[in-house]
């Protein structure tokens, strides 16, 4: 892999700084990261180390308090709101830990409203969300109630959603936290699928086990890089 | 995948885009993931409209009966009187008057009665002469009844044969005061036996006559020295003649003081007397205004609590790909969908309550339909001021709140 191809990069971040109030309390001090296309890579640390921090930072959720921030090849710190919020809606996907699904809605349509703000016609939404439902195994649960899924199903159609616009990027924050050992496999080894059909996943965890399960694996303290791992599992 | 890197360097990316469609139904999703709460704080704002409704449309409904008396009443009726002089005496019409009237072009029929001052009626003689009841004679032209538009109740109107003679026509008033139920009786007018002819039916434009004893002029001028003078005179033209005749009149009866010639429209007094019920109906507006007001208050409340409570959900729609704008337009069309609901239902109470008081009053229902699409309007309006600034505290929040947990 070429360090130089900067085209080649998804991520790119240069000493970036993210401090919070005043006096400032800085999540991210100076943190150095790129992230090549087709990617798959765990960002580990300690409670409070700044990982959803850098992830709301490479999402474009947030900004840098100083640094350079370039997603997708676009300087982030000269986007608009509306134009960061194109971005989101067409090349990054996001996974939570808390799922965020719609109670009153139907798993496809929680699914469908990944693709709400790319302005495409109702029938087309739910035509790729059946798709990408089953992709994540769950073509079998298209018309049930998160309420009806089990966590770990539920995990897998909030993965469906964020998808089924085929972004370039996955951004997932503890997505296995709140699922277990065996909800928590399924679910990475769909984001491993994913990967392997070319999306570009970041997953942030507490479990250093799945964790030394990805190729790279980027360690945080204390708002600095202090470890970036290549493993020899990919 | 299709479209694996979807914004290659440099190139702007696509926009985030929302359809009306997609807008409506995330506004209408909004009211009804809480449906008592959407009911209980647009309630404030349908109990507001319902009363307002209710107000324009009892005054209306009760207002088109009027104009629907009037209209068979008819609005042509014009009564001319001398005026006062300086002393405060009525004073009479000239002599030719009625005929110079008739001769106005327009002019379908004119009447006219002559007051007698000290001629009075009484049951019979024995009764004591300052027991007058209140009752009053007058000499009465033969046109009178057609001119007036009044009915007779029981027997008949005076002709040119009975007005010779002692005969009289009583208002109904006056026959129930002497105690007359029918033709042919006899009373005391003016120190002789009449024999009564018929009695008149009372008259909403012309109450007046109800308490008057009128005899022909022939037998007034024979027997009490009736000049032939009239007092009051009745006139009725083509409706689109009115306004014409009116300023005709003056100067035709007077032409060298046509200001001493009072001209009134028995019909605007009519109406008058039912709009004094406006300042009323003014109140109760003001009292919807102020149910409506707090109704807004109510439904900005709400709004601002579902702000703070769905930050996750906003977090989340915009990590999805949602703008501030949209953000922005979602959280104002609920709050317009929340007060036009209220609306919507208050409007629907205010016509039901309408169409129950004008059924018991037994009126014809008349709510002009603009108002209803104005009760729904004015709602849909305070419901945009209300949900303005929770709209733009909810766009202002930070695009992590689905991240935080
Ligand atoms: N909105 C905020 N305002 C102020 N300080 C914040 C804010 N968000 C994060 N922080 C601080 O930044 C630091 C890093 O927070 P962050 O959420 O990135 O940690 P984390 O690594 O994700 O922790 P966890 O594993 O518990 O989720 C923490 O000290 C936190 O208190
Ligand atoms: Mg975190």
Redesign the pocket.
């Known amino acids: 892999m070429s360090e130089d191809a900067a085209a080649e990069h998804v991520v790119e971040l240069r000493a970036v700084t993210?401090a919070?109030?005043s006096p400032p309390?800085?999540?991210?001090n100076g943190v150095d990261l790129r992230i090549a296309a087709g990617e798959m890579l765990a960002i580990v640390?300690?409670?409070?180390?700044?990982?959803?921090?850098?992830?709301?930072i490479i999402g474009s959720l947030d900004r840098a308090s100083a640094g350079d921030t370039r997603i997708a090849g676009h300087e982030v710190n000269r986007m608009s709101d509306a134009e960061l919020s194109a971005l989101r809606a067409h090349a990054i996907g996001f996974v939570f830990q808390q799922f965020h699904l719609s109670d009153g809605v139907t798993a496809l349509d929680n699914v469908a409203t990944g693709l709400l703000y790319t302005g495409m016609p109702a029938r087309e939404r739910r035509r790729k969300a059946e798709v990408a439902l089953r992709r994540v195994g769950l073509g079998d649960r298209l018309r049930h109630h998160p309420r009806q899924l089990s966590g770990g199903e539920r995990q897998r159609v909030a993965i469906a959603r964020a998808v089924v616009g085929e972004p370039s990027l996955l951004l997932a924050?503890?997505p296995t936290g709140s699922l277990d050992t065996k909800a928590g496999a399924g679910v990475v080894e769909i984001l491993a699928e994913l990967n392997r059909s070319g999306t570009t996943v970041v997953v942030?965890t507490?479990d250093q086990e799945l964790a030394e399960r990805m190729p790279r694996q980027v360690r945080?303290r204390d708002?600095e890089i202090v470890a970036d791992e290549r493993g020899v599992a990919a | 995948m299709s479209r694996p890197r979807a914004s290659r360097p440099g190139a702007a990316p696509a926009r985030s885009r929302l359809r009306p469609g997609d807008l409506l139904a995330l506004g209408f999703h909004g009211l009804r993931a809480r449906p008592l709460r959407a009911v209980l704080s647009s309630l404030g704002i349908a109990i507001g409209i319902a009363a307002m409704i209710a107000v324009i449309g009892i005054s209306t409904s009760s207002q088109a009966l009027v104009k629907e008396r009037l209209s068979e009443l008819g609005t042509n009726l014009l009564t001319v009187t001398g005026g006062s002089d300086l002393l405060g005496q009525e004073v009479p019409l000239a002599e030719g008057a009625v005929a110079a009237i008739r001769r106005i072009p327009g002019v379908q029929h004119a009447g006219s009665t002559a007051a007698l001052a000290d001629v009075n009626v009484y049951r019979n003689s024995e009764i004591a002469p300052s027991r007058t009841g209140g009752l009053s004679v007058a000499a009465a032209d033969l046109e009178l009844l057609d001119a007036t538009g009044t009915q007779m109740l029981t027997g008949a109107w005076l002709n040119e044969a009975t007005a010779q003679y002692p005969t009289v026509v009583l208002g109904r008033a006056a026959a129930e005061r002497l105690g007359i139920q029918s033709p042919g009786s006899l009373v005391w007018l003016g120190g002789a036996h009449f024999s009564v002819l018929g009695i008149l039916d009372s008259s909403v434009l012309v109450p007046e006559l109800d308490s008057m004893a009128l005899i022909g002029e022939p037998v007034a001028r024979q027997l009490f020295g009736h000049t032939g003078n009239p007092t009051t005179i009745y006139e009725r033209s083509d409706d689109a003649r009115v306004g014409a005749v009116r300023t005709l009149l003056p100067p035709t009866l007077s032409p060298e003081k046509p200001s001493a010639v009072k001209v009134s429209r028995p019909s605007d007094a009519l109406a008058a007397k039912n709009t004094v019920d406006q300042a009323f109906t003014g109140l109760l507006v003001g009292v919807g205004s102020i149910a409506l007001l707090v109704g807004g208050i109510g439904v900005a409340n709400t709004m601002v609590i579902s702000v703070l409570e769905r930050r996750r959900e906003i977090g989340l729609r915009r990590s999805l790909g949602a703008t501030r704008r949209h953000i922005r337009q979602q959280f104002l069309l609920e709050a317009v969908l929340l007060a036009a609901a209220g609306g919507l239902a208050g409007t629907a109470l205010g016509w039901l309550i309408t169409a129950i008081a004008a059924r018991a009053n037994g009126w014809a229902l008349a709510i002009p339909p603009e108002v209803l699409v104005a009760g729904v309007a004015v709602t849909a309006v305070v419901g945009a001021i209300a949900g303005l600034l929770p709209a733009v505290r909810a766009a202002r929040t930070?695009p992590?709140a689905a991240?935080?947990?």
């Open positions: 993210r919070y109030g309390t800085v999540a991210l640390g300690p409670s409070g180390s700044g990982k959803s921090t850098l992830l709301n924050d503890e942030i507490h945080l708002g | 930070s992590t991240l935080s947990s």
